[in-house]
C-alpha cells in the first residue's frame, strides 16, 4: 500500500468517523483538533540507555489531527446525570505524520577505530503516518469541565491507552559510500554477512500506546491539550535496522511524543 493510498484512507476513514457520529443520538457530543510537538525515536540508531540516543539525539517532530467522541452531551445537556463511564471517558481518532533524522551517539560511536567510523558515517531517516484511536480516561468529570458551569475548573488531567495502524518509510546513509556494500556499516547491519540486517523499504505495521495529558480551558467552546505519549511498534524495521542475531537487539522500536494541541467543540 503506497503513501497516497494510505492518506487517502485516512482522511475518508476520519470524515466517516466524523458524519456517522454527528448524525447519532443526541446525547452525544463532539469536538475536532490538531496537534503538534516533537518526537523522540528510541531505535537500533545510538547505544542502549545513552541518553543523548534514547532521548535527546533522534528527534523529530511531528503534526496530526484529532476527533473526539464523548458519550455525553455536555454542552446543552449539563443538569442531565448519565453513567461514571460516559461522564470520565471518551474515545479519540487521530491521524498524524512524524518524521526524524537518525544517527548513532555512545561509546561505541566515539571510539577511534573502524567500527566508531562506520556508525559516525551511518545516519537514517525515517517517516510515519499513523491512523488509530484511543480510549480517555478523564478524572475530572467530563460534563462538569465542559458544561464550564465551575467557574473554577480550568484543568482536566487523564491516561490513555490506544492503537494505530503506522505506515513507516525508513531511508539509510553513508559517507564512506554505498550502504549495501561490503564493509560499509557496522558488521552486525552489513547484508552481505547478515541479510535482511538493513532494509530501506516501506511497510506497514502496527503499535500499542500509552499516554497521559491534560486540557486546560481557553474559552467557551475550546481548550489547550497538553500530553505525552509512548508509542510501541510490532515491527522492528521503522528505522530500517533489525540485527537479529545481537543479544542488545532484544526490543523493537518505539517513541515518545511530547506534544501540544487545541481542541474546538463541535456541539
Given at each position: 500500500m503506497?503513501?497516497?493510498?494510505?492518506?487517502?484512507?485516512?482522511?475518508?476513514?476520519?470524515?466517516?468517523i466524523l458524519?456517522l457520529?454527528?448524525?447519532?443520538?443526541?446525547e452525544?457530543?463532539?469536538?475536532?483538533?490538531?496537534?503538534?510537538g516533537?518526537?523522540s525515536f528510541?531505535t537500533?540508531y545510538?547505544?542502549?540507555?545513552?541518553?543523548?540516543?534514547?532521548?535527546?539525539?533522534?528527534?523529530?517532530m511531528?503534526?496530526?489531527?484529532?476527533?473526539?467522541?464523548?458519550f455525553?452531551?455536555?454542552?446543552?445537556?449539563?443538569?442531565?446525570?448519565?453513567s461514571?463511564?460516559?461522564e470520565?471517558?471518551?474515545?479519540?481518532?487521530?491521524?498524524?505524520?512524524?518524521?526524524?533524522e537518525?544517527?548513532?551517539?555512545?561509546?561505541?560511536?566515539?571510539?577511534?577505530?573502524a567500527?566508531?567510523?562506520?556508525?559516525?558515517?551511518?545516519?537514517?531517516?525515517?517517516?510515519?503516518?499513523?491512523?488509530g484511536?484511543?480510549l480517555e480516561?478523564h478524572?475530572?468529570?467530563?460534563?462538569d469541565?465542559?458544561?464550564?458551569?465551575?467557574p473554577?475548573l480550568?484543568?482536566?488531567?487523564?491516561v490513555?491507552?490506544g492503537?494505530?495502524?503506522?505506515?513507516y518509510?525508513?531511508?539509510?546513509?553513508?559517507?564512506?559510500?554505498?550502504?549495501?556494500?561490503?564493509?560499509?556499516?557496522?558488521?552486525?547491519?552489513?547484508?552481505?554477512?547478515?541479510?535482511?540486517?538493513a532494509k530501506?523499504?516501506?511497510?506497514?505495521?502496527m503499535?500499542?500506546?500509552?499516554?497521559?495529558?491534560?486540557?486546560?480551558?481557553?474559552?467557551?467552546?475550546?481548550?489547550?491539550?497538553?500530553?505525552?505519549?509512548?508509542?510501541?511498534?510490532?515491527s522492528?524495521?521503522?528505522?530500517?535496522?533489525?540485527?537479529?542475531d545481537?543479544?542488545a537487539?532484544?526490543?523493537?522500536?518505539?517513541?515518545l511524543?511530547v506534544?501540544?494541541?487545541?481542541v474546538?467543540?463541535?456541539?
Open positions: 503506497c503513501l497516497k493510498k494510505l492518506i487517502k484512507i485516512s482522511t475518508l476513514t476520519l470524515f466517516l458524519s457520529n454527528l448524525n447519532a443520538q443526541s452525544k457530543s463532539h469536538e475536532i483538533g490538531f496537534i503538534t516533537s518526537a528510541t537500533d545510538g547505544q542502549r540507555n545513552n541518553f543523548k540516543a534514547n532521548v535527546g539525539g533522534n528527534v523529530g511531528g503534526i496530526g489531527a484529532i476527533y473526539y467522541l464523548n455525553t452531551d455536555y454542552r446543552y445537556r449539563w443538569n442531565l446525570r448519565t461514571y463511564f460516559a470520565h471517558f471518551r474515545v479519540r481518532a487521530e491521524v498524524s505524520y512524524m518524521s526524524a537518525l544517527e548513532h551517539f555512545g561509546v561505541y560511536a566515539e571510539k577511534q577505530s567500527g566508531g567510523e562506520q556508525l559516525r558515517a551511518h545516519t537514517g531517516k525515517t517517516y510515519l503516518l499513523n491512523l484511536a484511543q480516561f478524572l475530572v468529570d467530563i460534563v469541565f465542559g458544561s464550564r458551569r465551575i473554577d480550568h484543568w482536566s488531567p487523564y490513555s491507552a492503537a494505530f495502524v503506522d505506515y518509510n525508513p531511508s539509510i546513509k553513508s559517507t564512506l559510500g554505498d550502504w549495501r556494500d561490503p564493509g560499509v556499516l557496522f558488521p552486525k547491519w552489513d547484508n552481505n554477512s547478515y541479510p535482511g540486517a530501506d523499504e516501506a511497510g506497514i505495521t503499535s500499542a500506546t500509552l499516554g497521559v495529558g491534560t486540557r486546560y480551558k481557553l474559552g467557551e467552546y475550546s481548550d489547550l491539550l497538553i500530553e505525552s505519549r509512548w508509542q510501541y511498534f510490532f522492528n524495521y521503522v528505522d530500517g535496522l533489525n540485527a537479529k545481537d543479544p537487539n532484544k526490543f523493537n522500536d518505539w517513541l511524543w506534544h501540544v494541541g487545541y474546538y467543540y463541535l456541539n
